[in-house]
């Protein structure tokens, strides 16, 4: 770090806090900005629906064998957590990461008077709405909104992706989509895109016009931080070949080359298995295991384990028993994962799905999402939950 | 007024009410008073163009194809292959009808009907589960677009995307839906705050027993009908559907609520709340017609105010049907016309929810300014798109069903052809850059931007460049 840097991160770390000369505590100012302005969030989402039950399997409970006759999956097949619950074999490459104590599983998440629509369930997990609100700003969005002092840059929440998500729509802050940082820098670099923003400053005004060129400002900026930032860095994980690793792995590149990013989201498509579900889930899910492993790992070797929690959702969970066609048809609440080397619950967080306690043949929750939201904006993001969900919501404790 | 303001007004007019003007067009209408012109714009000699994807005696013979096999226990591979091959035709024709909607609208003669169908498709936000009731719902909105807002609200009401939208089709007596009932006071008339919970529940109970048929027409079940007493509004009676919606149109405040949205997509995204209840006080008055209010928005003072003209965002339907209708584009792959409308967030006949489309600076962030200025090389100059929307989630079972782990296409052709010929003759034969520049623009030139254009070798050039700005992207 460069002494004028330093410095300033020094100043800047005691201000608001009681006053203390910055030279006095010089580590303190730099375990702050180590340790909690940099702490990276990863989401992934799981689009389409995944079956949970057969994700986390129940295989300690009678009543799954008698709903699932086709498509529950062998006891002896199970990868044992516990006595009553166990991962789905294709989830082999997860086992190695739940021994280190770097997974834990939350039962049952969910919210009051679910949706069955993908589309709909979907907009309520990424804005945190609740079920009859509809909000027209994500919840990662809003937590760029809430201008904290570590979240003031576009560059702040990334996706891996062409397009940006509603998650990470703010009403004056946004997110930013891209899928590689060389073919943004070359983009922005270009000299019709430079003549347009060179000079420009009077456009900069409060109005619609001035708006779009404050993002194409910005847009260039970024683009530039995060090139010359990331290029520096050689990665030396090896990861599988799918396009969701390639996605994790650029993530890890961001994180390990020291971008001062908070929030990265990656998706994997798919889920949404009415027919024929065990092949096709199966084959999603050694992706997803296969993806995350190497993605812990390599976090792990190059020490950013510790500063990293890495979540996975989906929009609802599917039905208990499951449907003519060898599937399973549009549930409710669904089990999230964790990842990450600072858990404070590590394993199974929360008691598993009680299947003989159903709603209309559905999963009652255990544990509102906005829970996971808030518990991670509070104690991971150093935001105040209620700033961002728009009431205050219960903290849990996983990490 | 002289001939140049003219000329600026009813060029804004056309982007707001329309989709842009040709070069000859606005030299000729410049000539006429604008009220004239507003009067031609609301009364085209031009009959209205439903659409027609989607044929009704195939849809009922495929539903009745798709209830006999459904009532089988065990299906033949045959049996199951039948259905498969409905639901494969049904996605083609969903994916036809958006295409031929787009299409239309880049072709209409008619285009303040078109515009009004977006704003009313964006209002009655539906995604329909099957394309052959989105037809219908488009084809209402566009008869109705015009005409007395409660016959639309009717019609809306009663159509089968709606009533299944909507859970209506579940609503029935003593187990009421309210499903509809919120939504048809929260965000179809009267807007959060003028109604309370208790009137939802008894305007549920009265719309018990409105439902479709097999053949996708609206029939009234008097079986599940509520038919004792309710208290809506602090009145009590023998109340039906059609009794709400009277006592909604009673209120002042649904005209306000639907005056404040035709502000915020016609005028400006921040409304100027004493223009808003003029209109919506004139609208009450002239019972809900909605050319009426039209005509008086159009022909308002401050619609050509210097802080409503070139202050709005185009959507990503705007954006493309201007940019096609104004350089006569031909996409010899229409498809691609889905994948621009994905990745720039609008895929028509797909809102986000029954709230539509947030609009305004909600269309743009990084990613998407970069491929909104982007596109008008692409598609003028007939370029390669390297560029992918998201999966919409209801696709995901599409997805499940590709047994291998395919990536999506990277690059796709846009294989589009501007006919710059016809643009080209349409323009003054001496025009200078600068002028082609603020005839494309609705923002007035800076010299930054003339000094840019006048290094351009031709008009086509200044086209491309001009288009791929900024300023482009306002209306």
């Known amino acids: ?399 | 007024m002289d001939r140049k303001d003219n000329f600026i007004n009813i060029k804004h007019l056309y982007n707001r009410a329309g989709f842009g003007i040709s070069y000859p067009e606005l030299q000729q209408f410049s000539k006429k008073r604008l009220s004239k012109v507003t009067d031609a714009l609301l009364n085209p000699e031009k009959p209205i163009t439903d659409l027609n994807t989607v044929n009704k005696d195939e849809f009922i013979a495929q539903q009745a194809l798709l209830a006999s096999l459904g009532a089988k226990k065990e299906q033949t591979p045959q049996e199951k292959q039948q259905r498969e091959d409905i639901t494969k035709a049904r996605n083609e024709k969903s994916r036809d009808l958006n295409i031929d909607w787009l299409q239309q609208m880049i072709a209409t003669e008619n285009p303040l009907r078109e515009k009004m169908t977006l704003f009313w498709h964006g209002h009655f936000a539906c995604r329909a589960n099957h394309p052959y009731y989105a037809q219908e719902l488009n084809n209402i909105q566009r008869k109705n677009a015009l005409g007395g807002f409660k016959t639309l609200l009717l019609e809306v009401s009663k159509s089968p995307a709606m009533l299944d939208y909507l859970n209506n089709q579940q609503n029935r007596k003593g187990r009421p839906n309210e499903n509809f009932a919120r939504e048809l006071m929260e965000l179809f008339t009267l807007g959060r705050g003028n109604y309370t919970e208790t009137d939802i529940k008894e305007a549920a109970r009265s719309f018990t027993g409105w439902a479709y048929n097999k053949n996708g027409e609206f029939e009234f079940n008097q079986k599940v009908h509520d038919e004792k007493e309710k208290t809506f509004f602090g009145q009590t009676g023998l109340f039906d559907g059609e009794a709400i919606i009277d006592l909604i149109l009673a209120k002042p405040e649904t005209a306000t609520f639907i005056c404040r949205k035709l502000y915020i997509f016609f005028v400006n995204d921040t409304p100027d709340e004493s223009h808003v209840k003029g209109l919506a006080a004139y609208f009450y008055e002239q019972k809900y017609d909605i050319s009426a209010v039209m005509n008086k928005l159009f022909t308002a003072d401050w619609f050509y105010a210097k802080e409503n003209t070139a202050n709005k965002i185009k959507s990503p339907v705007e954006l493309l049907v201007n940019m096609s209708r104004k350089f006569y584009v031909i996409y010899n792959k229409p498809q691609i016309l889905i994948q621009l409308q994905t990745s720039l967030g609008q895929y028509l006949f797909n809102p986000p929810n029954v709230a539509g489309w947030p609009g305004g600076r909600n269309w743009i962030d990084s990613s998407s300014l970069m491929l909104r200025m982007k596109i008008p090389s692409l598609v003028l100059n007939d370029g390669i798109l390297d560029f992918n929307g998201k999966a919409d989630p209801e696709d995901e079972a599409v997805i499940a069903l590709n047994r291998k782990p395919r990536p999506r296409p990277v690059k796709s052709y846009i294989n589009a052809k501007a006919n710059w010929d016809r643009f080209l003759a349409d323009l003054p034969k001496d025009m200078k850059q600068a002028e082609l520049a603020s005839f494309l623009l609705q923002p007035a030139l800076d010299t930054r931007i003339s000094d840019l254009v006048n290094h351009n070798v031709n008009l086509k050039n200044t086209a491309i460049a001009v288009t791929s700005m900024p300023e482009y992207q306002l209306c």
């Open chain 1, 1 to 399: 770090m460069k002494r004028r840097d330093f410095l300033r991160n020094a100043a800047f770390a005691a201000a608001g806090t009681v006053f203390v000369p910055a030279f006095m505590k010089p580590f303190e100012a730099l375990a702050l900005d180590e340790l909690s302005l940099y702490k990276n969030l990863v989401v992934v989402q799981l689009s389409g629906g995944n079956d949970g039950l057969n994700t986390v399997v129940p295989f300690g409970n009678d009543i799954y064998y008698q709903m699932r006759k086709n498509i529950a999956i062998k006891a002896d097949d199970v990868i044992k957590l516990d006595d009553m619950q166990g991962l789905n074999p294709n989830l082999n490459c997860l086992r190695e990461l739940y021994d280190q104590g770097w997974m834990s599983i939350i039962n049952d998440v969910g919210y009051p008077n679910p949706d069955r629509s993908h589309f709909r369930s979907m907009d309520i997990w990424q804005t945190a709405s609740d079920a009859n609100q509809y909000l027209s700003t994500g919840w990662i969005g809003r937590y760029l909104d809430s201008n904290c002092a570590a979240c003031n840059s576009p560059y702040t929440a990334i996706e891996v992706d062409d397009s940006l998500s509603l998650a990470m729509k703010g009403s004056s802050k946004k997110g930013i989509a891209l899928k590689d940082p060389a073919a943004l820098f070359r983009n922005t670099n270009e000299s019709f895109f430079r003549e347009m923003i060179n000079g420009n400053k009077e456009h900069l005004d409060e109005d619609n016009l001035g708006y779009l060129y404050k993002t194409m400002i910005e847009t260039s900026s970024s683009a530039n931080y995060i090139q010359n930032t990331s290029k520096i860095y050689q990665p030396n994980y090896t990861y599988p070949t799918t396009a969701f690793s390639n996605q994790l792995k650029t993530v890890s590149k961001f994180i390990c080359s020291g971008l001062k990013t908070r929030v990265y989201y990656v998706s994997l498509s798919g889920f949404d298995t009415h027919v024929n579900q065990n092949a096709q889930q199966g084959r999603l899910l050694q992706q997803y295991a296969e993806g995350m492993n190497a993605f812990v790992k390599d976090l792990h070797q190059n020490n950013k384990l510790e500063d990293t929690l890495v979540i996975t959702f989906s929009e609802f969970g599917r039905r208990v028993a499951q449907n003519a066609s060898n599937g399973t048809d549009h549930g409710t609440a669904n089990n999230m994962f964790l990842f990450g080397g600072k858990l404070k619950k590590q394993g199974i967080y929360n008691a598993a799905p009680n299947l003989g306690d159903l709603e209309n043949g559905d999963l009652k929750y255990q544990v509102d999402f906005r829970e996971v939201y808030g518990t991670i904006l509070d104690k991971w993001l150093d935001v105040n939950n209620g700033q961002v969900l728009n009431k205050r919501f219960n903290t849990l404790d996983f990490i």
